[in-house]
């Protein structure tokens, strides 16, 4: 049991990284990313591969996967960030499935659908296992802090503050000579690394990595994480990714309870609960549960610009 | 593999997926927005194809006409309850909402039916076989009745008072209301109409091969190219979007592996959104 909510914890950790990467992709810069699990399988692949086949030493293999990751992000960036929002959203959706066909049929990458398995991780042989997931804990923790930090200094610097102009309004973004395009350029690639290292802790944490893992839902979650905590607002990311590993979570309890239904039924039941949640919140609540609050003081409460988001 | 037998199949395929794009794009056209929830709605009509040909025994063509209803009347109900109060709150929260719509709606064919694949209730018949061209007589049938659906969809547009209110909306929103267009009405059939022809695409799919609950979503992306190669809100572009994806991704089997089928659709999409983002038709793309 006490393996189990370690467990937990490390994924909450993970979802949080994910979180606080769209929170500066879709809360900051009203930018669109439906195909988060791309990106976060790019950086698993990396990472996994470059420590597994070429040794390399694990916290270069992980930076070198979210590297990878950010810059399948600015080229996916590149390519839609003049067009309409909804070309941003197929060509990451497609990106996230095609990413999965490919290394689904490439056997020679990483094992195609078998998946890549032994993917070393920090001091796993050395310490017993009990005592490395608590350890893999803290390092998830702490590069949770760290990118906390980071993102909530960008929030509050001038870079975040022209990415929630360009979110409320482009024009006048614009207007007031801020490069549009490349902004959104940046917040994307800045975005897609945190998606990409939160991969690589994944990789290294589960030592196993398949296609199958990356599959759609993965982005709801995530998505699911922001709205709970409150899009824009950098703890509410944080707060949100670990009430809804506990919600997903609480479901693999709940579903069971529900007696005659078959294990493929138990699954379908599970994913239209979240789905249905994630509607609910997107409906009610769609700034989400912990608004992100204005911080200047001479603008009333209420967000007098329409909001794009 | 014989190139023309490639192009021929490509013509067939890129037929049947010009349904379910053009359903792509009308919605787009109209209601202003990418609806990802085409793909739950091509599984239920495939569903509900599978209903009334195998457990009630219909005849195909009957069969694929509940396809068309069943799928349209989700669609009007799940838009008039879930996605229309997200078009108000903007762009973002309409992608997700249609994204989670899918997720929801795929899953409770799934509940209902599992993940085994199945297969409709078909007549076996031989391969018609011309000057080396191998056909099959389903698929003639299934490229009529694609045909038959399309022509009848560009002939209520150009004909119909309601058809012509249809186009005003998607062209001009705001005279459309001036004239005294009423805009919910349109937007209520454009969802039928664009979601009836998801499901009509999803059984028609289904007819060349077997449904489950994924049938949508392993197309979904080759819809996205068909209707972005002909220009995203462009009917016509659909068609030719449809067409020039199906015949790329049969002549990709001279070099890549069946499995890549989809990818070369999101290639296309890349393609396309690098040179001409407003596609081979389209109005604009910005």
């Known amino acids: 049991m006490e393996h189990y909510a370690v467990a937990i914890a490390v994924t909450a950790g993970i979802y949080a990284l994910m979180a606080l990467g769209m929170n500066v992709i879709w809360g900051m810069a009203g930018l669109i990313n439906l195909g988060l699990v791309g990106f976060f399988a790019v950086g698993a692949y990396v990472s996994g591969l ?14 070198a996967g979210a590297a990878a990751a950010s810059a399948f992000g600015v ?23 095609t990413l999965r066909i490919v290394m689904s049929n ?58 929630r102009a360009i979110r409320d309004d482009e024009q006048i973004a614009q207007v007031a000579g801020k490069n549009v395009v490349l902004f959104k350029v940046k917040a994307f690639g800045f975005g897609t690394a945190a998606l990409g290292l939160a991969g690589a802790f994944y990789g290294h944490f589960t030592s196993y990595i398949a296609p199958d893992l990356f599959a759609p ?32 979570e609480s479901t693999r309890f709940v579903v069971p309870l529900i007696g005659g239904i078959t294990a493929v039924q138990g699954a379908a039941l599970r994913e239209l609960m979240i789905s249905v949640v994630l509607l ?19 603008l009333p409460d209420k967000a007098t610009a329409p909001a794009q988001a | ?183 919910d009405m349109v937007a209520r059939l454009s969802s039928f109409v664009g979601m009836g022809l998801a ?6 799919i289904g007819l060349d091969t077997t449904i489950d609950p994924l049938i949508g979503f392993k197309t979904i992306l080759s819809i996205f190219a068909a209707a972005v190669v002909g220009g995203l809100g462009s009917l016509p572009g659909a068609v030719v979007g449809a067409l020039v994806v199906g015949v790329g991704e049969e002549l990709s089997l001279l070099v890549l592996s069946p499995a890549y089928r989809s990818a070369v659709g999101f290639l296309a999409i890349l393609v396309v959104l690098t040179l001409r983002p407003r596609g081979i038709l389209g109005a604009r793309a910005y």
């Open chain 1, 50 to 63: 470059l420590a597994l086949r070429f040794g390399t030493p694990i916290p270069i293999a992980m930076a």
């Open chain 1, 75 to 97: 080229a996916v960036a590149l390519i839609t960030v003049r067009l309409r929002g909804d070309y941003l959203a197929i060509v990451t959706l497609g990106f996230a499935e």
């Open chain 1, 106 to 163: 490439e056997l020679w990458i990483a094992n195609g659908t078998d998946g890549l398995s032994g993917i070393p991780g920090p001091l796993r042989g050395a310490l017993p296992p009990h005592l490395f997931n608590l350890f893999y804990l803290g390092l998830v923790v702490a590069a949770v802090i760290v990118l906390f930090f980071l993102v909530d200094r960008l929030a509050h610097a001038p870079f975040g503050r022209v990415l």
């Open chain 1, 217 to 248: 839902l993965l982005t709801l979650y995530i998505k699911l994480s922001l709205l709970a905590g409150g899009l824009g607002n950098t703890m509410g990311a944080v707060l949100g990714a670990v009430l809804v590993v506990f919600f997903l």
């Open chain 1, 280 to 298: 609910v919140i997107l409906r009610f609540y769609a700034k989400g549960l912990m608004p992100e609050r204005l911080e200047h003081p001479a």
């Open chain 2, 1 to 183: 593999m014989d190139i023309l037998q490639l192009i021929l199949n490509g013509l067939m395929a890129g037929t049947i997926l010009a349904v379910p794009a053009i359903g792509l794009t009308a919605m787009f056209a109209v209601l202003r927005f990418t609806n990802f929830a085409l793909a739950s709605h091509m599984t239920i009509g495939a569903f509900a194809g599978f209903i009334a040909n195998v457990s009630l025994g219909w005849p195909v063509a009957a069969a694929l006409l509940a396809a068309f209803i069943i799928a349209g009347a989700v669609g009007v109900a799940t838009d008039e309850l879930i996605l229309k109060p997200f078009r108000a709150s903007g762009f973002i929260t309409t992608a997700i909402g249609s994204i989670a719509l899918t997720i929801a709606l795929e899953n409770c064919v799934r509940f209902a039916f599992g993940n085994e694949l199945r297969g409709y209730d078909l007549p076996i018949r031989r391969d018609w076989t011309w000057g080396g061209l191998h056909v099959g007589p389903q698929q003639v049938e299934n490229l009529l009745i694609a045909v038959i659906a399309m022509s009848l969809l560009f002939a209520f547009l150009s004909f119909t008072r309601t058809g012509k209110a249809m186009r005003a909306v998607a062209d001009n929103p705001m005279l459309a209301a001036i004239k005294g267009v009423n805009a």
């Open chain 2, 199 to 204: 499901g009509l695409g999803g059984m028609l």
